[in-house]
């Protein structure tokens, strides 16, 4: 078809654009002779995911994005190449660089995003598959050597893998956009946090903004909506045994079942409702105000119900009253009375033994140390006070769990 001289065109005569265009089924695959220009888009063999040129409602940019086919209603794009580098025309296009890399060219040649890895072969193949996935294999054994999946953007599909390594704190993150007409990375970011017992974060610039609360086997116990769901979610986390932890579900493709990270820092559960032919929403997590990480402050209690939501759990006040009143909580609250494990330990005196008051409806704490198969109750007690360090215990069972601090 010609397509070689037309690229050879396009790299070198910078200022003709190229006129030529490939007819017919454009296939599943991107290479060299077969680049994509924008508007051209491949399609996955199945027919179920496009890839392709879009630009973001109210924007003009155009940007390499994944999204399913197949729709009649707009459809949300579920993974964008060059989001960090938009191109400002319709002169864009994706083709393979010398290297084998996959790259987004503007009009002008330069590279606007690369899959950037050491390929160490002159050849590949670029295919988008029925997983929505954009692999790119190499070699006579056609090694995977990149993946969109290991690159999200701020969306989960099945069958991505989200991996994070508590030793050398390499994560898989979805990204959230900067606004709903800016896909460039936004503020909020989320994925496992490996560390103590394994839960989901979304994460405010780095900073702790929600969390799930631990894994309970299939879902995470703090997402009420995990339970329910008639889309069950079919989620699994996996300890690969060196630190990592994956958090991964092999739903099939066809449910269009995809969680999001809006740009508000919302993680959403969004399926395709097949009769009613539009997207619907099962859940969304923070929903409550009360869900903020740290809201209330160490020691603090927090209930979305009550005006104000803080209150300081029994035994404790505020540490700042003056900021406590005016509704900043985050410095939350302090002990009335020290605790004997203290008094003791400070050589002052022994006074009152300590114990604990029950609270339910509360979140494990992050980072808690965690203990299979205590025989009782009692020896979960037992061993909290022996240490000073220990402030609370948890009794979990299948429901959500239950315990409080020492007091
Ligand atoms: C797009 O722009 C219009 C007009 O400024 C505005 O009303 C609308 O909310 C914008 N849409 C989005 C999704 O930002
Ligand atoms: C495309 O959508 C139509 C209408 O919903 C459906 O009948 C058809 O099976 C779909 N094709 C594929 C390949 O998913
Ligand atoms: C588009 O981008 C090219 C290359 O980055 C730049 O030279 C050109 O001025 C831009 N055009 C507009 C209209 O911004
Ligand atoms: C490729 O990766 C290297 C090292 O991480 C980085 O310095 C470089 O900017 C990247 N290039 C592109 C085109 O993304
Ligand atoms: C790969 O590219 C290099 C440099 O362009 C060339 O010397 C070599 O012959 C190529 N190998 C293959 C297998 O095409
Ligand atoms: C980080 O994790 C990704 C995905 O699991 C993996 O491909 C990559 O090699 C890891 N990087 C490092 C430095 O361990
Ligand atoms: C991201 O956070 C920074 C620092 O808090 C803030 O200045 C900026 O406006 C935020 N950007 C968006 C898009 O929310
Ligand atoms: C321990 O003693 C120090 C110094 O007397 C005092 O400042 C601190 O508050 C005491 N801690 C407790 C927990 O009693
Ligand atoms: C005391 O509890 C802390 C916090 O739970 C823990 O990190 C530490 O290992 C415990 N110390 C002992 C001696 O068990």
């Keep these: 078809m010609g397509l070689g001289n037309c690229e050879v065109a396009v790299a070198l005569l910078l200022f003709l654009s190229c006129s030529c265009s490939v007819y017919g089924d454009a296939g599943d695959t991107i290479t060299t002779s077969q680049p994509i220009k924008d508007p051209e888009a491949v399609v996955s063999a199945g027919k179920k995911f496009k890839l392709g040129f879009f630009s973001p409602v109210n924007s003009t940019y155009r940007y390499v994005g994944i999204w399913y086919s197949n729709i009649s209603a707009a459809t949300p794009v579920l993974w964008v190449a060059n989001r960090n580098n938009p191109i400002n025309d319709s002169s864009g296009m994706m083709t393979k660089s010398e290297d084998a890399n996959l790259v987004v060219l503007n009009g002008q040649g330069e590279v606007l995003w690369s899959s950037n890895v050491s390929i160490g072969f002159n050849q590949s193949t670029a295919q988008l598959t029925d997983d929505g996935n954009l692999v790119l294999k190499a070699g006579p054994n056609g090694n995977l050597v990149w993946q969109s999946f ?27 956009w900067r606004s709903s007409s800016d896909p460039s990375v936004g503020n909020f970011s989320a994925g496992v946090n490996p560390l103590g017992v394994p839960e989901f974060f979304i994460w405010y610039n780095g900073h702790p903004f929600w969390r799930s609360g631990p894994w309970g086997g299939k879902n995470f116990i703090g997402i009420p909506g995990m339970y329910t769901s008639v889309y069950l979610d079919g989620f699994s986390l996996q300890n ?5 932890f994956t958090l991964s579900s092999i739903r099939d493709p066809a449910f269009r079942l995809t969680y999001v990270l809006t740009s508000h820092g919302k993680f959403k559960e969004q399926y395709w409702d097949y009769g ?3 997207w619907e929403y099962d859940w969304e997590v923070p929903s409550t105000e009360c869900d903020i990480y740290g809201k209330c402050g160490p020691f603090g209690s927090c209930d979305a119900q009550n005006s104000p939501i803080c209150t300081c759990l029994k035994g404790f006040v ?14 939350g609250c ?6 004997q494990c203290d008094r003791i330990q400070n050589g002052s005196e022994v006074g009152k033994e300590d114990g604990f008051i029950k609270l339910e409806m509360m979140k494990v704490p992050t980072f808690a140390d965690y203990w299979p198969y205590p025989s009782s109750e009692q020896e979960c007690k037992d061993e909290c006070l022996k ?16 315990g409080g601090p020492p007091h």
């Design 150 to 176: 290991q690159q999200p953007t701020d969306t989960y599909l099945s069958k991505m893998r989200l991996s994070a390594n508590a030793r050398t704190g390499n994560k898989t993150l979805l990204m959230s």
């Design 240 to 244: 690969e045994g060196d630190g990592t």
């Design 276 to 278: 009613k032919q539009g």
């Design 318 to 331: 505020a540490k700042h009253q003056d900021e406590w009143n005016k509704g900043i909580w985050t410095s």
């Design 334 to 339: 302090v002990r009335l009375t020290s605790l």
């Design 387 to 402: 240490n000073c360090s220990c402030v609370a215990y948890v009794v979990c069972g299948p429901a959500p769990c239950d």
